[in-house]
């Protein structure tokens, strides 16, 4: 390895080309724009890159593997290539280095870790020793709504490998994530029956008032001791304030912390019924990541970067999150680290930004994570 292997400003420069090619995840066009570079990056380097055509709206897949170590399970790097910030972004939030601080949209999450996981492997590829371990490297296009199109790709690739290291952004100074919350979306449809409010309002059956009850049973479950949140984000109903209202909707986000309590509780809100005769009340919906809990070999991952990063100077302490992430689908069966990206502050704001003190010391934890891993 060069002894200007991990050179902040290269790095911060390829941050760049990627931050300036807006992905948001409704532009599969802009998406794949960035898959382009992403595999054209990928050109020289002895790896193979196949590309996944993107669906329902959604833009490609990458996967790209490593020439050597693919006979058995390896390492396994999950980044997403997409973001919330809508196109135009950039005009609002263009790139710009403020002293440590390098913003731009999408460049904490999660184009800052997604491009130190590529970078982190040129620089194995141009070591004369490979290691010991296959490296594959998975960049989505759907993280950002929940990854409907990627996950199963992202479970049969976590499946087949030893560890999962996943790029999402280090929390709270520099933690990387061990465990994180499971989330459940569903969706409440409420029908009465209208009448004229002034007139005749005996005759009709109020789909809003019967959300108020939905709202409040789900409010109720609640249990913050538990690490269980229940939040009705979204509602709409009526048509006009001189009519019953005859539907009701509502959109309602659940995290739990244990496969447990997202069994105990699942049921508890599909099975929600209508307390209001001549109203019906139906709900729909899952649990759509499931939660990662911190397994023995998650935690033995976790130790050993640890004692790397202790080797590269710095101190790497651990977090839960109540987000989602990848790393959600892999935790269960494969020893997964999450939130080895950049540090920063800022996810989905107008003053997103990555620090650029953590480039090198992070960049050169993934490095010896490929060469040491077992």
């Excluded at 997103?352 to 480039?359: A, G, H, T, W």
């Amino acid at each position: 390895m060069s002894s200007n292997a991990f050179e902040v400003a290269q790095i911060l420069e390829g941050i760049r080309h990627w931050v300036l090619i807006e992905s948001p995840t409704e532009r599969p066009d802009q998406v794949n724009k960035l898959a382009d570079v992403v595999a054209a990056g990928y050109r020289n380097l002895p790896a193979s890159v196949e590309r996944v055509a993107g669906r329902d709206g959604c833009g490609d897949h990458l996967v790209t593997r490593s020439s050597w170590g693919q006979d058995v399970p390896g390492i396994l790097v999950l980044s997403h290539l997409d973001t919330v910030h809508p196109m135009g972004s950039i005009g609002r939030l263009p790139f710009k280095i403020e002293g440590n601080r390098a913003l731009g949209p999408g460049i904490y999450d999660m184009k800052g870790g997604a491009y130190l996981a590529y970078h982190a492997f040129r620089q194995i590829c141009a070591d004369d020793a490979r290691p010991p371990l296959g490296i594959t490297q998975l960049y989505v296009s759907d993280e950002e709504i929940g990854s409907p199109t990627s996950r199963a790709l992202i479970e049969a690739e976590g499946r087949k490998a030893k560890y999962v290291l996943v790029t999402e952004p280090a929390r709270d100074g520099g933690k990387v994530i061990t465990g994180r919350k499971g989330v459940a979306r569903f969706d409440v449809f409420i029908k009465g029956a209208p009448a004229h409010a002034g007139t005749r309002l005996e005759d009709g059956r109020s789909a809003i008032l019967e959300l108020r009850h939905v709202i409040q049973t789900l409010e109720a479950m609640n249990d913050l001791t538990r690490g269980i949140t229940v939040n009705v984000g979204v509602v709409r109903g009526g048509t006009r304030p001189n009519v019953v209202a005859e539907l009701a909707y509502a959109q309602v986000d659940v995290r739990v912390p244990t496969m447990a309590y997202a069994d105990e509780l699942v049921p508890k809100i599909l099975g929600i019924s209508s307390r209001t005769e001549g109203v019906s009340v139906k709900v729909s919906g899952e649990l759509n990541r499931p939660p990662y809990e911190k397994t023995s070999a998650g935690a033995a991952l976790y130790a050993h970067a640890k004692k790397l990063a202790a080797e590269l100077g710095f101190e790497l302490l651990d977090a839960f999150s109540g987000g989602g992430s990848d790393s959600n689908f892999t935790a269960p069966h494969t020893a997964t680290l999450d939130g080895l990206g950049v540090d920063g502050k800022g996810a989905h704001t107008y003053y997103e930004q990555l620090y650029i003190s953590s480039i090198e010391p992070r960049a050169r934890l993934l490095y010896r994570l490929y060469q040491t891993l077992r």
